[in-house]
């Protein structure tokens, strides 16, 4: 008989032992009309595995949970599998990068995304420390990767197939672009094996987040519903059957529901702006050299009184600022914070001094007059900063403008720890 696994079509673990059947030639069939926290709590599947989570994997000899194992089981069905390695030390490499895409990858994927969804507590600092633990683990791969196509020897293994899944989450939902490419290798890593045969068939298309998910409040227990409910969730049931099959999305362990239209930004719905924010960030990458003459005229020559905003930004507590490389963290955890306004803003944050207490200012250009609700509402290291809004007519702000843009040091008066850009 065909082994039956128990998961939606869209579940990333699932995916592992899909895509080891098809390396390997072994029959696996997913489970029809699977509905999640319907089908995994009825009495037949707490059988298989008591805990009610999915995959489970149906064989004849009895069920198999934990999708590691499932996908292990899938391939050794398979004698000599390839994708297990020809050698003692090969197997033994397979599964340490199993267990790291498991325990440094994985897991702090989920702790970033997860309470942001409203699956558990959101704590800011929580999620600094899975992020910080995220790059941790990405910039080790990516040294790996530098001088590996493939993560143990030269062809696909089964640590391949479990670590692409797991990155798979991380780069559909949170890990945008300016996060990713910190990591080159791991990139290039990532979309050569999503883009294989045997694996886009399983996974299908996937598009890189473009901002990270805002917060959304803790989820509620599912309250038990009328008879009434019952029928007209049934008859919408009915109703979806008739709609054509929608394309795969990569899920975390358990599956979610499919994410409904976001609403239009108003800042999207504002006159067309003379300023194009993308120029004028190529322009400030870009320039190397006499950049007084180049970088900062060309800003003024863009820049839009109307479709735009200049603001200074100072930290609340300064004083607290008495440790250097807990100051820069807390820079570099506050522009990480602001990604979802990267379509929107361009930023320059200074930590200024050469001892404690460290000073925190900054400039950012918003589109729009006003900072953005949006982001206010997002971001809670918002409310740590005074915000004044430059008076571009006032040639002395006008002139610190320039000198922000420039990491002009010293910085008035005092020498520059840091200078940070968001761009």
């Not at 227990?221 to 009328?226: D, G, R, V, Y």
């Not at 994410?259 to 322009?283: A, C, G, H, T, V």
């Not at 490389?325 to 944050?349: E, H, I, P, S, W």
């Not at 509402?377 to 040639?395: F, G, H, Q, S």
Request: charged share 25%; with cysteine; glycine share 6%.
């Amino acid at each position: 008989m065909a082994l039956v696994l128990h998961a939606g079509n869209t579940n990333k673990n699932a995916f592992k032992a899909l895509i080891a059947a098809e390396y390997s030639g072994v029959n696996v069939e997913l489970v029809k009309n699977f509905e999640m926290g319907v089908s995994n709590k009825t009495p037949e599947f707490l059988k298989m595995n008591p805990i009610g989570k999915v995959p489970v994997l149906e064989t004849p000899e009895g069920p198999i949970f934990e999708s590691n194992a499932i996908a292990r089981y899938v391939a050794r069905l398979k004698a000599d599998n390839p994708l297990l390695g020809s050698s003692l030390i090969e197997y033994a490499r397979i599964e340490q990068w199993i267990d790291f895409a498991s325990l440094e990858i994985d897991i702090y994927i989920l702790r970033w995304f997860y309470p942001r969804l409203g699956y558990g507590v959101y704590l800011p600092q929580a999620e600094e420390v899975a992020i910080s633990s995220l790059k941790r683990a990405l910039a080790a791969l990516n040294v790996h990767l530098a001088s590996n196509t493939y993560l143990v020897g030269h062809a696909v293994t089964l640590a391949d197939i479990i670590l692409t899944c797991n990155l798979a989450l991380g780069f559909s939902r949170v890990m945008t672009k300016s996060f990713s490419s910190e990591f080159p290798h791991v990139e290039r890593y990532f979309w050569t094996m999503v883009n294989i045969p045997s694996f886009k068939k399983i996974v299908g298309e996937i598009n890189q987040a473009e901002s990270v998910p805002p917060v959304q409040s803790a989820k509620k227990p599912t309250q038990s519903k009328s008879k009434g409910q019952d029928e007209t969730k049934k008859e919408a049931k009915q109703e979806a059957k008739k709609e054509p099959a929608k394309p795969k999305a990569e899920e975390a362990g358990e599956e979610q529901e499919a994410p409904k239209p976001k609403p239009k930004n108003p800042l999207d719905l504002l006159p067309p702006s003379k300023m194009i924010l993308d120029e004028w960030k190529r322009l400030y990458s870009n320039t190397k050299t006499n950049f007084r003459e180049v970088a900062i005229k060309g800003f003024w020559d863009m820049y839009d009184p109307e479709g735009y905003s200049l603001w200074f930004c100072n930290y609340k507590y300064n004083d607290e600022n008495t440790v250097s490389f807990v100051t820069l963290n807390k820079v570099g955890g506050f522009l990480q914070r602001m990604d979802l306004a990267r379509k929107y803003a361009f930023g320059k944050m200074l930590v200024i001094g050469s001892e404690a207490p460290f000073k925190v200012k900054g400039l950012w250009l918003f589109r729009g007059q006003e900072v953005p609700q949006f982001v206010i509402d997002e971001c809670y290291d918002m409310e740590l900063y005074e915000w004044k809004k430059v008076d571009i007519n006032d040639e002395a702000q006008k002139e610190r403008v320039n000198q922000m843009i420039e990491d002009q040091e010293p910085f008035e008066g005092e020498s520059l720890l840091d200078a940070k850009c968001f761009k």
